[in-house]
């Protein structure tokens, strides 16, 4: 994994691409069953605490006997995770390092346990008959919109297990487009299908003057008010329970974006969201698209922890297909912008006349 060198490091001498270091610890299927035990069972925890434990720790924590605990050990130290030193065991300075990285590891992992029953059960039903693949996958179950527009208990529940999800990889992923995109020039921002706010928290958090409006289905937005309620920037933060696609939304706004929403959607689908966006602006005001571009295997085997992302590969377009819509919709001023995350990315912002 090479980190991209078109930005600078940020003011804390960290740069947006930093968290991809983790990528190098989920390559295989039991590299992944392996960290899960030792962060589940406290191991990792232990080890962080500690410079060194023994084994006897390790066996206690892990609550295994000694050949069990050996063989979790051997697979960490092959996934170079803990190293040993005579009988003395401890984590590597680079895993060490990455444990900052920690929700967005413990959310890799989780993610891929979760689709690889559909991988294993339907792939070729995914190359055959991707509409009956769906019917019958967990990943299209657990996005369930259809739970999002009643406010139930089972419904919040439900909807809050995707979330976490989404949130993870937007909390890593939305500083890749702050260090892409100039947002100091706007004032009123409306991200549609804008989830937990997460992203909108990123952008609120940097730009102090920035209003936020996060568009959005109602029990999601349930569930996002209680995510950013705790956070000094929640009074920039408002949530706007509706349908983006037939509902009236707020306007005068000076930027409108789309982060990981169009790809879920059919042509007509994303015509009408950037219509609507059309609809929402100021003459001037700017829209911002931000996507996976289509998932390529080249020269690389695909790694366990891509199992979620490979599951959308009909669906992630090319920066192409946005532009030709926005195009067709009046936007001028296109341009784009490739950016190179553990899949590569675009940002793509165009201007209302
Ligand atoms: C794949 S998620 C992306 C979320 C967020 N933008 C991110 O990158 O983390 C798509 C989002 O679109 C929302 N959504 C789906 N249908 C919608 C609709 N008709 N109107 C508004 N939001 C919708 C979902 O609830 C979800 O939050």
């Given at each position: 994994m090479t980190i991209p060198v078109n930005q600078p490091p940020n003011h804390n001498g960290s740069h947006y691409a930093d968290y991809l270091q983790i990528d190098r610890y989920l390559t295989t299927f039991m590299d992944h069953q392996a960290l899960n035990s030792a962060l589940e069972t406290g191991l990792i925890d232990l080890l962080s605490s500690h410079q060194q434990i023994d084994l006897a720790q390790a066996c206690d924590c892990l609550r295994s006997d000694r050949l069990g605990t050996e063989t979790l050990l051997a697979l960490l130290a092959v996934n170079q995770v803990i190293e040993r030193q005579n009988a003395r065991i401890q984590l590597t300075t680079h895993f060490r390092n990455i444990l900052r990285f920690r929700d967005l590891l413990e959310t890799k992992i989780a993610f891929s346990n979760l689709v690889a029953p559909d991988v294993m059960s339907g792939f070729t039903t995914l190359l055959q008959n991707p509409q009956q693949f769906m019917k019958q996958s967990r990943l299209f179950e657990l996005f369930?919109?259809?739970?999002?527009f009643e406010v139930t208990d089972e419904n919040m529940a439900l909807t809050r297990r995707w979330m976490r999800f989404t949130s993870t990889y937007t909390r890593y992923e939305a500083a890749a487009c702050l260090a892409h995109h100039d947002?100091?020039?706007?004032?009123q921002i409306m991200d549609i299908g804008g989830n937990s706010g997460e992203f909108s928290w990123q952008l609120c958090r940097q730009h102090a003057r920035l209003l936020a409006t996060i568009i959005d289905l109602p029990v999601v937005c349930e569930v996002g008010m209680q995510h950013v309620a705790?956070?000094?920037e929640a009074n920039r933060i408002r949530f706007f329970k509706a349908n983006a696609l037939s509902d009236q939304l707020p306007d005068n706004m000076d930027i409108v974006t789309f982060k990981?929403?169009?790809?879920?959607?059919?042509e007509d689908a994303t015509q009408r969201f950037i219509e609507q966006a059309y609809t929402s602006l100021k003459p001037g005001g700017t829209v911002l698209i931000f996507e996976r571009s289509p998932i390529q295997i080249n020269n690389q085997r695909l790694p366990y922890s891509m199992l979620p992302m490979f599951l959308f590969f009909r669906s992630f377009r090319t920066s192409d297909d946005y532009v030709a819509q926005l195009q067709n919709n009046g936007f001028t001023d296109i341009t784009i912008q490739h950016i190179e995350l553990e899949t590569p990315f675009y940002l793509i912002t165009a201007k209302k006349q």
């Open positions: 369930g919109y259809h739970r999002c947002f100091s020039q706007y004032r705790d956070t000094p990981s929403i169009l790809h879920d959607w059919p």
